[in-house]
Each structure stands twice: as C-alpha cells, then as structure tokens.
C-alpha cells in the first residue's frame, strides 16, 4: 500500500505563484510515475502533469509553460510549481502514483486564486 500527503495549497491572486509537495510513503514501487490531477468545483477531475523515474514529464495543454512538475527520488516527493496563476486555476489538486498494476491518490490540497 502507498499513502501520499500533499502540501502547499492555498489561496493567491491572480499571476502570483504557488508550489505543491507530495510525499509518499509505504511500499513504493521501484518503477512508477508520480503526478496531479486537479478538481474545479463543478467539473470533473483532470489530469495535469506527471514525471516517470527517469524524469519524462507531461502536461495537460492548459498548463502548459506555466507549471512544472519535478521529483526528488531519494525523498519520493513530486512537485509541482505553478506560475502565473489564473482563476480558472482553482481546484482540488491531487497527487497521484501509479505503479505497475495500481493507480493511488493523495487526499487533496485546495488552490484558490482570486482575480
């Protein structure tokens, strides 16, 4: 089982930045990518980024040039620094690992931003 813990949401303004942290913890698969989907209120949950072990990453195209996400291997932690931010922005960003065979999620931290 693998349990992830996400930190850094909050609220900021329109164009301000804000970083997110994921830790996980438990019986991490060796081989796996560690990422974020984000929930605005009244939408369904989207994908937003992830990285593999090696570092490949991929991004929604609405995020584009303004997150990055990035991992620290040795302290199973994903990131996800988000510049330039917008209202449409606002969500219930979760982390997500996947493994081989099975997919997990983190409880989710909440990102406003005001206009």
């Known amino acids: 089982q693998v349990q992830l813990v996400e930190s850094g949401g909050g609220l900021v303004q329109a164009g301000e930045s804000l970083r997110l942290s994921c830790a996980a913890s438990?019986?991490?698969?060796?081989?796996?990518?560690m990422g974020w989907y984000r929930q605005a209120p009244g939408k369904q949950r989207e994908f937003v980024a992830h990285?593999?072990?090696?570092?490949?990453?991929n991004y929604a195209d609405s995020v584009k040039g303004r997150y990055t996400v990035s991992r620290d291997n040795a302290k199973n932690t994903v990131y996800l620094q988000m510049n330039s931010l917008k209202p449409e922005d606002t969500a219930v960003y979760y982390c997500?690992?996947?493994?081989?065979?099975?997919?997990?999620w983190g409880q989710g931290t909440k990102v406003t931003v005001s206009s």
């Open positions: 990285i593999t072990s090696s570092g490949g990453t």
């Open positions: 438990g019986s991490i698969p060796s081989s796996n990518t």
């Open positions: 997500t690992l996947q493994g081989v065979s099975r997919f997990y």
